[in-house]
């Protein structure tokens, strides 16, 4: 059982002796691409160094946890929620509904889901919303190191396809220079169409 304080204890003091996953989303505010989440078990006799919100981790970093958390952790599952899903649902709806799938993906069943900010997914586990969740539990930052890394390889990956709008830089958020390829270049198959940005040039 993970070490917590706090109000967080509380909660898992319930469920004292079952396996908790934390998870978390990256994605919510680029202008293209899939919106991605993770779930996480720990193993407590696997202790993962240096873990914190994946936002505070250099990419160096971000890489190395990667890996260690893929090779330490109980169980993993990563899922998503394409582009078309965000349009048709909203990012909101998407994102929670990558989460539903990144918890139905786990190998092990937990007893207990901890979920980082203030939105639950739909669920048939007990489930708990953390704000801040992915500075404050080790298996929400885990999770947030996942769905990040997962995510910037996506947008790397990408890159390769559509160059023109340097994906592999800035990751799908709306920056001067993805703004700029924007109006150049008009939205390619994997931006967000009802995003205002977007949906300004498809006018």
């Not at 090779?71 to 649902?89: G, H, N, T």
């Not at 092990?108 to 708990?128: M, Q, S, T, Y």
């Not at 404050?136 to 023109?164: E, G």
Request: contains cysteine; positive net charge.
């Amino acid at each position: 059982m993970p070490k917590l304080t706090g109000p967080v204890q509380t909660a898992l003091q319930w469920e004292a002796g079952g396996l908790v996953a934390g998870v978390d989303e990256a994605g919510r505010g680029p202008l293209a691409g899939p919106v991605m989440a993770a779930a996480v078990i720990l193993d407590d006799k696997q202790p993962i160094r240096y873990l914190a919100d994946s936002k505070t981790l250099t990419s160096k970093r971000r890489d190395f946890l990667f890996d260690e958390i893929r090779a330490k952790a109980l169980c993993f599952s990563v899922a998503q929620a394409s582009v078309e899903e965000i349009d048709e649902l909203n990012i909101l709806q998407a994102t929670l509904l990558a989460m539903r799938r990144a918890v139905q993906g786990l190998r092990l069943p937990p007893k207990l889901v901890l979920v980082d900010g203030n939105r639950l997914p739909v669920l048939d586990i007990r489930a708990e919303a953390i704000v801040k969740g992915d500075s404050k539990v080790a298996a929400i930052s885990a999770a947030s190191i996942l769905a990040k890394v997962s995510r910037d390889r996506w947008c790397a990956q990408y890159h390769q396809q559509f160059p023109q709008y340097g994906f592999d830089a800035h990751k799908g958020y709306p920056t001067a220079v993805h703004l700029a390829a924007l109006r150049t270049h008009g939205p390619c198959p994997e931006h967000r169409k009802t995003f205002g940005p977007v949906a300004a040039l498809l006018v």
